[in-house]
């Protein structure tokens, strides 16, 4: 049994780390859902995801494995956001 959860786990990773850009932006997006505003995570921002990645709390750690790894030399300069908002069953960065 534990052996088999770290072939998995293994493998997830291995896979993860091959993902282009556009595929994790589109994993991301997909990630971005909500009924209320309790259901989003600001995860931080991660160049070239964005000054704020936005997504579902039950998304949150399987986002973070994706964006973490993605090696990026760009810079952002980002307006602070001061809450996350569930608006129209999207989580949304509010700046003010």
């Known amino acids: 049994m534990i052996l088999g959860l770290f072939v998995v786990s293994c493998t997830y990773s291995r896979s993860t780390n091959n993902l282009t850009e556009e595929q994790i932006k589109a994993e991301i997006e997909k990630a971005n859902y909500c009924q209320k505003d309790s259901d989003c995570v600001n995860i931080g921002e991660k160049c070239p995801f964005g000054c704020a990645i936005i997504v579902n709390i039950n998304e949150e750690t399987r986002i973070k494995s994706l964006?973490?790894?993605?090696?990026?030399?760009?810079?952002y300069d980002c307006i602070e956001v001061k809450e996350v908002k569930c608006i129209s069953n999207k989580c949304t960065a509010i700046t003010s």
């Open 67 to 75: 964006v973490e790894p993605y090696g990026s030399n760009c810079i």
